[in-house]
């Protein structure tokens, strides 16, 4: 089985370019049996929904996403709250926040469980004090979470209800006994997070994810981890546990992996990854 991963389309920043169109094209140049995104299609909760269907249109495989955090903003519909946006992507049943799904081609089964995740300050350096961490800001810049996400009010509360979640799905009877690929946006492993000596980063990896995702995942038959969320595209091995950041991000961030050009047919290319099973 052949599964094609890729996480921060972000479709709006990146609307100069047919990101979802060569996103589908690299799938099937794959010849991939299912797409998973990672999250952070665009930020407004319609906008993603509706290039779920798009992109569902263009691809020859099952299409499996979670929302991002810039997927769950109401930037643009200040007066959705943020629970109400994450019940909107629940009842998408391409969402896996809707449950988990098994993938059968018939000589392979796994399944796939997921969650937009949360972050609890884990990944932060030391030395900073909750007060802080609450507050999201350093230094004269905010989170941006901080302005659009209800759910920033208590952060490592979000982290818990995330983490239940997850444990739900990955006790459900259909899984159990099953191989698990889970799908957050945010880091369940430091690995990914930006060098703290990178200035401000000390900090704000604090809103990256947290090692309590990873201590769930110890505790299932979980093999495989996707997330997105830090723009990176990186592999890891923790646990036992491959970790893959697929990440496009911003066309702006697209010069630094210093590819051979910046179009985005190579970076689109570039961030795919595949795992095969
Ligand atoms: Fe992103």
Known sequence: MRIALISDLHIDINEDYPVLALTAEEARARRA???????????????????????????????????????????????????EIFAAYQADESCLLHGPVVLD??????????????????????????EALDGMAFEGRTWQDHFFNDWTKDNPGQMQKSLCRLRRQLENPAVKGLPVMAVT???????????????????????LGGSALQDLYRSYPVRWAVC??????????????????????????????????????????????????
């Open 33 to 83: 049996d299912v797409l998973v995104v990672a999250g952070d299609i665009s930020e407004t909760p319609e906008r993603t929904l509706a290039a779920v269907e798009a992109l569902k249109g263009m691809l020859d495989c099952p299409l499996y996403y979670v929302p991002g955090n810039h997927d769950m903003w109401n930037k643009n519909c200040p007066s959705r709250r943020t629970e």
């Open 228 to 277: 997105g969320h830090v723009h990176y595209r990186s592999q890891a091995v923790r646990d036992g546990i491959t970790h893959y950041c697929p990440c496009l991000g911003y066309h702006t961030e697209w010069p630094l992996y210093e590819l051979e050009n910046n179009e985005a047919q190579t970076q689109i290319r570039n961030a795919m990854q595949l795992l095969e099973v």
């Open 185 to 207: 946006h945010m880091l369940p492993v430091r690995d990914f997070c930006v060098p703290e000596d990178v200035h401000g980063w000390g900090f704000f990896n604090a809103f």
């Open 105 to 130: 081609d018939g000589r392979k089964k796994i399944a796939l469980a997921g969650d937009v995740g949360w972050f609890d300050y884990s990944f932060a350096a030391e030395g900073f004090s909750r």
